[in-house]
């Protein structure tokens, strides 16, 4: 195994390119607040017209052609340069994330992408933010330690993410995994998150309706299995959709939560380990 960078067969950077030209840097992001009075100037910049509008518009001589409807402005998105997306990672490696797969992956994947453009102006600083239906694209540091956990160091060859959310996880495992599967069991956000890979054009990444609690047991064993969301203890049958030495890794509890690690070391046994304090929308059986 060489813990050389992987990224995806396309390189993500070739369709981001095409998506949107690159903007200018305003300042290095280090705080929420940071990020929000930067995006609240630029929406200020962006109502200013670069020519100011007639008080009455002007008398069209007759049998003179109609003036054209002026363009459609094109989507721009605020503080999402490679620099901005650059400073994340490095603020992430700074708050212990070592893994250079991971980091590399986190770098890659375009985060503003996967989320409302009102808050894409905030896309690469260290939090969680809302994305609908009472769930959160989990912050940037979470994802790259529950990823870093799950792989210490090894090759992952079938990973099963439990929570799609919008699909940024699981655009950040398909970068460290060779084959990855994520349930989402809310119907319009497993809708949301294949809008928001199909311009990514990601080759192994399979994303499914259903319950997550039940796993999914037709494309078992997984290397790795990676919970979004907390429940009160990691459902069995996820546990037994492990290979031997397989690791899961889940948030756990209800008021006060951590990060629990789990490892099958053998058919019927497996152990487990508490990591750090953490916060996640609830784990809920069934769709919707």
């Known amino acids: 195994m060489t813990d050389k960078p992987r990224t995806f067969p396309l390189p993500l950077s070739s369709v981001t390119d095409k998506v949107q030209k690159k903007q200018p840097v305003f300042a290095p992001v280090a705080t929420p607040q940071t990020a929000t009075r930067n995006a609240a100037i630029n929406a200020a910049l962006g109502n200013v017209t670069r020519h100011p509008q007639p008080l009455a518009a002007p008398v069209r001589p007759p049998g003179a052609p109609a003036e054209r409807p002026p363009a459609p402005v094109p989507r721009q998105y605020a503080l999402v340069s490679d620099a901005v997306r650059r400073a994340m990672v490095a603020r992430v490696a700074k708050q212990g994330v070592q893994d250079a797969v991971v980091l590399a992956a986190l770098e890659t994947v375009p985060r503003h992408m996967f989320m409302d453009e009102g808050l894409a102006a905030q896309a690469y600083i260290d939090a969680s ?71 990514l054009r990601v080759p192994n990444l399979r994303l499914h309706y259903g319950d997550g609690m039940l796993g999914l047991p037709q494309a078992a064993p997984f290397d790795g299995i990676i919970l979004a969301a907390a429940g009160l203890e990691v459902p069995q049958a996820l546990l037994e959709q492990l290979t031997i030495g397989g690791r899961l890794v889940a948030p756990v509890g209800e008021r006060t939560q951590h990060l629990e690690l789990v490892t099958r070391v053998a058919k019927s046994e497996w152990i487990r380990q508490t990591l750090e304090d953490c916060h996640f929308v609830p784990l809920r059986p069934g769709t919707v």
């Open 129 to 199: 933010l809302p994305i609908g239906h009472h769930q959160t694209i989990s912050q940037p540091y979470i994802v790259a330690r529950m990823i870093e956990v799950m792989r210490q160091g090894a090759e992952l060859k079938r990973v099963l993410e439990i929570g799609t959310g919008c699909g940024y996880q699981a655009a950040v495992l398909a970068c460290v995994a060779q084959e990855v599967y994520s349930i989402e069991r809310i119907k319009p956000l497993h809708e949301l998150a294949k809008a928001n890979l199909r311009p």
